[in-house]
């Protein structure tokens, strides 16, 4: 078979450095780290999770359950990393970072085709090669792209903080899921009253905020904005959204408090947790003084992470991209993960699982591997999204995880209540069968066949 240099040992790249491997092609993945690390990043594990370790829900009939499950029937990596250390989280699929990072780390050692480089990439190399180095792709090979891509776009994604365990105070705190989901008690919750949330609320949208330079905009993803932004919208918003109370009871009154702050286990062993939904841009001394001073139970709080703000570039994939996910302008080069336009862990392993079939078609695999998975699928709706099909003429593309509304709409009048379990069941149907078709699919079926 063929030579890949995959760019970015993040979840697109790792992900999409075994896939072809395992479909016989020679890899070298070329990670910077250990000898540079962006500003995010601290660890010298490849797929090192720098912002939140949820995987989100996994939940098969949400958009993202499905993508779980379509991962896991196709022989990902990645997910099986995640379900390997999993922490408790409720519906959602949350994992232990270290242990995760770690699995994924040895299972491209082990794997005889890949081989791994250290060292920051200024320079595109010759040959076929994957660019999946995510949001934070350093500014030499920014530099590098610039000629072939056109406008660097981006945004700013922020990082939540997390405290240690034995800092949060247990008599204020109380162990609960929304609605009794999963264990059922997998979060600790720290609950306000309408007093402490307003005053709360005062306080982050006063606190002073680390300022993007002066030559960037600060455009935010709306799925995972500051709070402080979300605090500026108006005095309800955090209580609607990462601070909603709803399917919770406050143990000590027998009532739903009237906002919470969730804390979701880091960790296998319990020993730390993190603020869910508290990504910000309010400096260090701001956060502590503010979330210690006005979040019931944080009072003596430890933060082992304090919340940051970081730059996340991505290209223009509709304009830019053939269908195969190549460079128009130069088809030798793929692009997977978020620097595509994908946003998420799960999604960022899936456009690395894409690409991996795309490349293989390219290097003498059969054509029909290029053949991506059904609009349908959430695999399916995450490449529509990608090359622009699930968008009106003229969208201003921007990044997404993938959702509901990157889908085919169904058939016919469908119930409110009904339409997930419709998207799923279909979705389900349309993978399997996909899956069974493809050529040499031996290697894609290990999870769907078990």
């Known amino acids: 078979m063929g030579e890949v240099t ?25 990670e910077m780290k250990p000898q540079r690390r962006s500003p995010a990043h601290k660890s010298d594990h490849l797929a090192e999770l720098v912002c939140s370790n949820s995987f989100r829900s996994d939940n098969p009939e949400s958009a993202i359950g499905m993508l779980h499950q379509e991962l896991r029937w196709a022989g990902s990596m990645i997910l099986r990393s995640a379900d390997a250390h999993r922490v408790p989280a ?8 270290e242990g995760f990072a770690a699995a994924v780390t040895a299972a491209l050692a082990e794997e005889a085709g890949v081989r791994v480089v250290p060292g920051e990439v200024t320079e595109l190399p010759e040959g076929v090669v994957v660019i999946a180095t995510g949001p934070l ?18 945004f700013y994604d922020a990082i939540a903080p997390i405290v240690s365990a034995d800092s949060v105070d247990l008599s204020i705190a109380f162990r609960q899921s929304r609605y009794g989901k999963g264990g059922g008690d997998d979060y600790l919750n720290l609950p306000m009253t309408e007093a402490e949330y307003t005053s709360f609320v005062d306080e982050v949208t006063r606190g002073q905020q680390v300022a993007p330079h002066g030559f960037e905009e600060a455009r935010f993803f709306e799925g995972c904005l500051p709070i402080e932004v979300m605090a500026s919208r108006g005095r309800d918003v955090l209580a609607f959204g990462p601070m909603k109370p709803v399917g919770l009871t406050d143990p000590r009154t027998g009532k ?12 296998r062993a319990g020993t730390a947790y993190n603020l869910v939904g508290f990504q910000t841009r309010l400096s260090w001394p701001e956060q502590k003084r503010i979330f210690q001073g006005f979040i019931p139970g944080l009072r003596n709080a430890e933060f082992l992470r304090m919340g940051q703000i970081h730059r996340n570039t991505f290209i223009d994939s509709p304009r830019l991209l053939s269908k195969d996910l190549s460079l128009r302008a130069e088809p030798r080069l793929f692009f997977a993960g978020q620097i595509s336009g994908v946003e998420g862990y799960v999604e960022s392993a899936a456009c690395g699982f894409l690409v991996s079939q795309m490349v293989h078609a390219r290097l003498g695999g059969p054509p029909e591997s290029a053949a991506p998975p059904p609009a349908t699928t959430a695999m399916g709706a995450l490449y529509r999204h990608v090359t622009g099909e699930a968008h009106p003429d003229g969208h201003a593309y921007q990044p997404s995880n993938v959702i509901f509304g990157l889908f085919p709409p169904l058939p016919g009048r469908v119930k409110k209540a009904d339409k997930r379990a419709r998207y799923a ?16 699919r031996a290697p894609l079926q290990e999870a769907l066949t078990a």
């Open 256 to 267: 739903r408090p009237h906002a919470v702050v969730q804390l979701r286990m880091e960790d």
């Open 137 to 154: 792709t350093s500014d030499a090979l920014a530099a590098a792209l610039a000629p072939l891509v056109g406008e660097k776009l981006y």
């Open 425 to 440: 069941e279909r979705g389900r149907r349309d993978f399997q069968a996909w899956l069974a078709s493809r050529p040499g």
């Open 6 to 30: 995959v760019i970015g040992g993040g979840l697109a790249g790792t992900e999409c450095a075994y896939q072809l491997a395992r479909l016989g092609h020679r890899v070298t993945l070329r």
């Open 90 to 97: 409720g519906d959602a699929l949350a994992v232990d970072r």
